[in-house]
């Protein structure tokens, strides 16, 4: 699976990042980090519409990119980054919980298991109104959270300031990832995909050295693309099942 590392940054300034200044109006930049190349992608959860996107009203799985687009644009709007929002079976329903305006896709799972979703802790990335988070899955269960959207996948790569204590520092399994963390503001939220194979290691210390998000979810890779046509980036590929995005 891949990682893409992507950094929206909207009309504000993220406090303790080092990112530098962005243009007016960009979303996405290039950001190196332990000599690999990641695009981040920075939005505020109180102004931007981001949104869970798995399949329209009557059913139909989005699958990729485009449905989406075109779906956002009978409301009159513009879907203007987009990535894969989470890990999937192979008909493309979410591994663990999901929640969107056409309600839930399972319940949280806390069970043991193989691969990466099952190790723990793992955890979900929610949006509430003007509110953000990345929670780990049984605290998640334990504050009865009621969030407008949510979908959870493993493991976290940051928790509480830490990197994943499993997740190994000599490790040279490479692959390109994809991820997302949330400031300790609880606004903004940094949507991450690595442009080349990378540790997954390397990828976690990018949100916790870089970023200083207390909190940080593996989101999926190999798999992994962003939509970013303003920052020109339209990733085509196979079918997707959970999306997240943003809408203008």
């Given at each position: ?60 799985p989005?699958l ?5 687009a075109?779906?956002?644009r ?5 879907l203007i ?9 192979d008909?493309?329903?979410?591994v ?8 839930d896709?399972?319940?949280v ?19 509430d109104?003007n509110?953000?988070?990345?929670t ?7 504050e009865?959270?009621?969030p407008?959207?949510a979908t ?7 928790i509480?300031?830490?990197v ?20 300790a ?6 949507f ?14 990018l949100?916790?050295?870089?970023l ?16 970013a046509?303003?920052?020109?980036r ?6 997707m099942?959970?999306i ?5």
């Amino acid at each position: 699976m891949r990682s893409i590392f992507v950094v929206a940054a909207a009309s504000f300034t993220v406090v303790g990042c080092d990112l530098g200044q962005p243009a007016a109006g960009d979303h996405c930049r290039s950001l190196d980090h332990k000599s690999s190349p990641y695009t981040v992608c920075t939005f505020n959860a109180e102004r931007d519409d981001i949104r869970l996107f798995l399949a329209d009203s009557e059913g139909r799985p989005y699958l990729q990119f485009g449905a989406v687009a075109d779906s956002v644009r009978t409301e009159g709007k513009t879907l203007i980054f987009a990535m894969n929002g989470g890990m999937y079976h192979d008909d493309r329903r979410p591994v663990g919980f999901y929640r969107d305006g056409n309600g839930d896709v399972a319940t949280v799972n806390t069970n043991d298991g193989p691969g990466n979703f099952h190790m723990k802790p793992n955890g979900v990335f929610w949006l509430d109104g003007n509110r953000a988070g990345v929670t780990e899955s049984q605290t998640y269960l334990d504050e009865g959270l009621d969030p407008d959207f949510a979908t959870q996948s493993g493991p976290m790569v940051v928790i509480d300031g830490e990197v994943h204590p499993s997740l190994n520092p000599d490790g040279t399994s490479r692959r390109r990832r994809n991820g997302v963390g949330v400031a300790a503001n609880g606004e903004t939220v940094f949507f991450v995909i690595s442009d080349v194979p990378v540790t997954f290691h390397d990828f976690a210390t990018l949100f916790s050295e870089k970023l200083r998000a207390p909190n940080a979810l593996f989101l999926d890779g190999q798999v992994s693309r962003i939509y970013a046509p303003a920052y020109g980036r339209d990733e085509q590929g196979l079918d997707m099942g959970p999306i997240v995005g943003v809408v203008e």
